[in-house]
């Protein structure tokens, strides 16, 4: 039996090198090695057709973002009124298959009538409004976060076409609950994200720094980073690099002159797994409690000690695999303990036994897969 899905998504999922397309990339790699065939629809900005997706997916369609001043005066969220294309009408309406939207940003057509019999369903990734109100207090520049502003505020009005999914799939429990509470008569199921685990590479022993890393060109990651620098790394503490993409002069300059603490921008993948596997701790935190950070799970997978503050973790399930605190002194103290300790063997293995029970890709496409083919062989959405 032949299983098709349309997969529509906010973004071209490859390289899978941010939070957002990690998720959509190994999600299509999953199925496809499950023998799903995948109809993949990608909106094109600022990244290239990629021929790996093609290797990977039945069929593949990109369509251009608009940017003209209706789509940013409109009522609708911009990342939602600039993906409105009429050849992804098209595309999806030539079959019956179940189509997945990846994020709010996909899910103009979820309202349609003429979708109205297809198995629908919304793959969540943070909770939208409330991820660009932070964007919003986090944001500097006074031009962006009037955007921000605006968006959160239209976010928050488009959240009600939600209610016209059959399905939503969550990747946090304390995202599941907010929905719940808005929708309570929908399917909610939480399936954490799909990411990049081929194999485990956590190291035992020791490293001689400290890791954070992240696109430090998103307000939220530039705020943490900011906190770590000036809040909570003293100069009696080991080094800590922090690494990612197109950090700020701001933030670089902030490090300026702190022996102590490095900026490495835009690392290859390559030198970003050497760090992520080498670190002997890595320290995180976020101040908005939405969705799950895959830098987090990347860390956990390949990486050694992992610091947090509680809103990393909340609704996650991997509060037990991490050390917590939550203001700088206790960050402080806990990171020096961390450097007195050695990652061992032992703790590789407690760690891998609580991934694999929640965070397995095979064991979520299965489950995903479950779904599909009970609409397949019945005809109907679940409810």
């Known amino acids: ?52 997706l093609e290797e990977l997916c039945f069929t593949v369609n990109y369509y251009p973002r608009k940017n003209d001043l209706r789509t940013h005066l409109s009522i609708k969220p911009y990342i939602v009124g600039s993906r409105i294309s009429t050849d992804l009408e098209k595309n999806l309406l030539k079959d019956q298959y179940p189509i997945l939207f990846e994020g709010l940003h996909t899910c103009h057509f979820l309202k349609d009538r003429q979708f109205a019999k297809r198995l629908k369903i919304y793959r969540e990734s943070n909770i939208e409004h409330k991820y660009y109100f932070h964007l919003y207090r986090a944001e500097k520049r006074l031009k962006k976060k009037t955007f921000f502003f605006i968006e959160s505020l239209r976010l928050r009005n ?10 939503i799939l969550v990747v946090s429990e304390e995202d599941q609950k907010y929905l719940k509470k808005i929708f309570p008569s929908k399917r909610i199921e939480y399936m954490p994200s799909f990411h990049k685990e081929d194999g485990i590479f956590m190291k035992e022993g020791r490293g ?19 906190y770590l620098i000036a809040e909570v790394w003293d100069p009696s503490m080991p080094e800590l690099v922090v690494a990612g993409q197109n ?7 902030l490090a300026r002159g702190k022996k102590n603490i490095r900026i490495l921008s835009n690392p290859a993948e390559e030198k970003m797994f050497e760090l992520i596997h080498d670190a002997h701790l890595h320290i995180m935190v976020t101040f908005q409690p939405t969705g799950l950070k ?3 799970l990347n860390a956990l997978y390949n990486g050694r000690f992992c610091l947090v503050n509680e809103q990393m973790v909340a609704g996650t399930n991997l509060a037990p695999l991490c050390i917590i605190a939550n203001t700088p002194e206790a960050l402080r103290e806990k990171a020096m303990s961390c450097f007195e300790e050695e990652f061992t063997e032992e703790m590789i293995q407690a760690r ?10 095979k064991k979520n496409c299965k489950e ?5 083919t009970l609409h397949h062989e019945k005809n109907i959405s679940p409810r």
């Open 247 to 253: 950090p700020s002069p701001a933030l670089s300059m």
């Open 352 to 361: 891998l036994m609580h991934l694999e029970a929640t965070f397995s890709n």
């Open 208 to 226: 001689n720094f400290a890791l954070y890393h992240g696109k430090l060109s998103v307000p939220e990651n530039e705020e943490a980073a900011r």
């Open 1 to 52: 039996m032949e299983l098709h899905l349309h997969i529509v998504s906010f973004d071209i999922p490859y390289p899978p090198d941010y939070g957002g397309v990690i998720d959509v990339y190994y999600k299509i790699k999953t199925l496809s090695e499950a023998g799903i065939k995948i109809h993949l629809h990608c909106f094109e900005y600022n990244r290239k057709p990629e021929k790996k």
């Open 294 to 296: 895959l830098k987090l």
């Open 368 to 372: 995903l897969m479950n779904l599909l």
């Open 158 to 167: 488009f959240q009600k076409y939600l209610r016209h999914a059959d399905l």
